[in-house]
């Protein structure tokens, strides 16, 4: 037999044939070893997939050379074949749609307060939320959800990926009205034990359809706070053990694609499956990919600050159409550095229509990434979260909702294309070292590197002016409207008092930077 070939970054699966069991997902545990040529170790845990199938998915960190591998299983009686084997290293794809398969998984980047790529470049975050896609959608329904999201510039998704209430009821199927899939036969009794293998041989189709369109999932496994209908969450009540069970077994079928962990959802982080799904992570997680908490409206988000498996805080503002930067700037204060994002702003059109519509969420996008959310901005859309299927579906909570609309009808609120902008502007701009700065200009939001990068945004407009720019803020500029992307105005950035005259007064962002940012050349 050929050995196969493994592209750096792709995700390549070996199947096994491994011993029968009672429930082998509780009673079966075992892992694969890969070592190149090099030295070079990777460890990534074997998952059950119905029958005595179990599989091994494993993406190459090098560009050439041999991997060896072999299975290794907690007790000497659990046999697997093949039990070893080898793979041969070539070179990642270079015109996938997913960044991350050309230049590598994201990881944190040495400061804590980013995320880079594993060759280094930037890695910034364009979180959408569509919480409730796993278990209710259909791959055709992602299909669509995804070229949206993909065209507007998100390529993150926030997913809880079970139906997480234990007293929600309703027909097990999707498109289904008031209907969901179930994830685990036991979890309505507080359980993670009987797990429904079809489900997540569905959910596979699902990662499919948002990584070939450049979209990373965002990984939750059971709800803490409110979850889908607010009927009773799993996340606080199942053993611990379990819950590290059940996120060892994300790592194993989805981590050798790009992901995000969210052992924490919508909580006060303290929960104990919290840590002990933190850690599982990190010790499965050969890729080191971001892991983080993401928490409730109230509280101060700092949970297991100093935590090796922790590498971002995620906040959320509630749902009242409140501005509020300062939580992130709370964030950023927080020793050690972890890089941080408000993860769950107020949803558009949420309880009455006008709530965070339209400019609103990008300002509230722009103000956030000012104040220190160096991994990324998000959005949230009323009806698209729920995945309410169409707009007369009952069984929602009407708070929730957009009136007249399901989440295709959501998919087109106007804030979404503002949101998505940001991640085009900033694309590849060298954010990870920068700090919240306001000691250089008069306008009131902005990022410096010295040196590097000057970015910032001016809420309403007219003339940017510096006052200790020299050495400080690169020399040339370019003015960019917000909510188009045209560029307005460039230029030699002047000396020190002398202004960049703009008569108009709306939304404005000034980048400084010596070499030309990529959206400059391709902006409208």
């Known amino acids: 037999m050929q050995p ?28 694969m070893i890969f070592t190149h040529d090099s030295g070079r170790v990777v460890r990534r845990p074997a998952f059950w997939d119905g029958g005595t199938t179990y599989r091994v998915r494993f993406a190459s960190t090098q560009p050439d050379g041999v991997w060896q591998w072999s299975v290794h299983a907690d007790r000497p009686d659990h046999s697997f074949t093949p039990a070893s084997g080898t793979l041969i290293a070539s070179p990642p794809v270079q015109d996938h749609p997913h960044r991350a398969l050309s230049r590598g998984f994201v990881r944190a980047h040495p400061s804590g307060r980013s995320f880079t790529y594993a060759d280094r470049s930037p890695a910034f975050f364009v979180f959408d939320i569509a919480w409730a896609m796993p278990f209710r959608a259909r791959v055709s329904d992602v299909e669509t959800y995804a070229a949206d999201r993909q065209a507007k510039g998100f390529n993150a998704v926030l997913l809880m990926t079970v139906q997480p209430d234990m007293n929600a009821r309703g027909p097990v199927g999707r498109n289904v009205d008031e209907g969901f899939e179930i994830g685990f036969h036991d979890l309505a009794e507080g359980g993670l034990s009987k797990i429904n293998i079809e489900y997540f041989q569905y959910f596979d189709k699902i990662i ?6 450049g ?19 799993a996340g606080p009540v199942v053993p611990p053990a379990d819950y590290a069970r059940y996120c060892r077994y994300l790592v194993a079928r989805f981590g050798a694609r790009p992901a995000i962990y969210l052992p924490c959802g919508d909580g006060s982080g303290t929960e104990p499956q919290v840590a002990a799904g933190g850690r599982e992570i990190q010790a499965w997680d050969a890729y080191g990919q971001p892991t983080g908490i993401h928490y409730r409206p109230h509280h101060r988000n700092d949970e297991h600050q100093a935590a090796d498996w922790l590498d971002f805080q ?8 409140d501005h509020v930067p300062d939580r ?9 550095p972890k890089a941080i994002i408000n993860g769950e702003p107020s949803y558009e059109h949420s309880g009455r229509r006008g709530v965070a519509e339209g400019w609103w969420q990008g300002h509230e996008a722009w103000s956030n990434l000012c104040a220190g959310a160096l991994m990324g901005v998000a959005y949230g859309a009323a009806s698209l979260w729920p995945w309410r299927l169409h707009p007369d579906e ?50 009131t939001r902005g990022l410096l590197d010295p040196g590097v990068l000057y970015l910032g945004y001016a809420e309403h407009g007219g003339p940017w002016m510096f006052f200790d720019a020299d050495g400080r803020v690169p020399s040339k500029y370019w003015l960019i409207d917000p909510r188009t ?3 307005l105005k460039s230029g030699e950035r002047p000396p020190n008092y002398v202004p960049i005259e703009f008569d108009s007064y709306e939304p404005s962002i ?13 902006a409208p």
């Not at 499919?208 to 369109?213: E, K, Q």
């Not at 979209?215 to 969450?233: D, E, M, N, R, S």
């Not at 992130?328 to 050690?336: F, G, K």
């Not at 295709?408 to 701009?429: C, M, P, T």
Request: include cysteine; glycine fraction near 12%.
């Open 314 to 321: 995620s906040c959320q503002t509630g749902h009242m159409g």
């Open 215 to 233: 979209i990373t999932p965002v990984l939750q496994p059971v709800f803490h706070g409110f979850g889908w209908k607010g009927l009773g969450v």
């Open 510 to 522: 000034l980048i400084c930077k010596e070499t030309t940012p990529a959206w400059v050349s391709h």
């Open 328 to 336: 992130l700037a709370t964030m950023w204060a927080q020793r050690p």
């Open 394 to 443: 009952p069984g929602h909570g009407e708070y929730f909702l957009a009136e007249g609309a399901g989440w295709k009808e959501a998919l087109d609120f106007e804030g979404s294309r503002y949101v998505g902008l940001v991640g085009k502007i900033v694309d590849d701009l060298p954010l990870t070292e920068a700090s919240p700065c306001w000691d250089v200009s008069a306008n």
């Open 485 to 487: 992307g045209r560029v």
């Open 208 to 213: 499919d359809s948002l990584v070939n369109h």
């Open 4 to 31: 196969q070939s493994a592209p750096q970054w792709r995700e390549v699966e070996i199947a096994l044939t491994g011993p029968g069991a009672d429930n082998p997902y509780t009673e079966v545990d075992a892992w």
